[in-house]
T-cell receptor, first 112, second 113 residues
Framework: NAGVTQTPKFQVLKTGQSMTLQCAQDMNHEYMSWYRQDPGMGLRLIHYSVGAGITDQGEVPNGYNVSRSTTEDFPLRLLSAAPSQTSVYFC???????????FGPGTRLTVL | DAKTTQPTSMDCAEGRAANLPCNHSTISGNEYVYWYRQIHSQGPQYIIHGLKNNETNEMASLIITEDRKSSTLILPHATLRDTAVYYCIVRVPVTGGSEKLVFGKGTKLTVNP
């Protein structure tokens, strides 16, 4: 199994540009989520999904959109990038409930 | 939502046990305690979780006090590769029966040669 994969690994955007961060998992997990981590901080939940077709907001959803059309994929969209969105983004998946979450390697995003 | 309090940083000598404390005095009866760690620049890695009984796996042991207001993660023989930020997390239930993890700032553990 590849586990949780994220693309791209690095990205530089200009203010106002849009882009999609990709996340995929091959473990047939129902639960997927997106976190952001700013320097020296813990992870903060952006959006999560408990299954295909179901998404919900986390702590810091503003400026981000998500969709979950398949079990495997959970893309994160930035519609109009802002410097405040400069961060490292982690995707995670799990069976849900009390099971462990598996994290991807992260996408390092810089918005100029 | 139950909050956790951890020391900002700790040091440990290589080969010795590392004991990482966590306070969660407002924990509810059905909330689990999870431990994750994050090695520099990588995604967090699950270590262990428990409800009220002590737990052990190949990575670590988790000791939860009888009143469940605090816990300790024990790495029995720390190595240099255990240098990481360790997060103590209380599971937060959300609608739909699934849970999300709320990460704090964690404890930066440095294992010294």
């Amino acid at each position: 199994n590849a586990g949780v994969t994220q693309t791209p690994k690095f990205q530089v955007l200009k203010t106002g540009q849009s882009m999609t961060l990709q996340c995929a998992q091959d473990m047939n997990h129902e639960y997927m989520s997106w976190y952001r981590q700013d320097p020296g901080m813990g992870l903060r939940l952006i959006h999560y999904s408990v299954g295909a077709g179901i998404t919900d907001q986390g702590e810091v959803p503003n400026g981000y959109n998500v969709s979950r059309s398949t079990t495997e994929d959970f893309p994160l969209r930035l519609l109009s990038a802002a410097p405040s969105q400069t961060s490292v983004y982690f995707c995670a998946s799990s069976y849900g409930g009390t099971t462990e979450q598996f994290f991807g390697p992260g996408t390092r995003l810089t918005v100029l | 939502d139950a909050k956790t309090t951890q020391p900002t940083s700790m040091d440990c000598a290589e080969g010795r046990a590392a004991n990482l404390p966590c306070n969660h005095s407002t924990i509810s009866g059905n909330e689990y305690v999870y431990w994750y760690r994050q090695i520099h620049s990588q995604g967090p890695q699950y270590i262990i979780h428990g409800l009220k009984n002590n737990e052990t796996n190949e990575m670590a042991s988790l000791i939860i006090t009888e009143d469940r207001k605090s816990s300790t993660l024990i790495l029995p023989h720390a190595t240099l590769r255990d240098t990481a930020v360790y997060y103590c997390i209380v599971r937060v239930p959300v609608t739909g029966g699934s849970e999300k993890l709320v990460f704090g700032k964690g404890t930066k553990l440095t294992v010294n040669p």
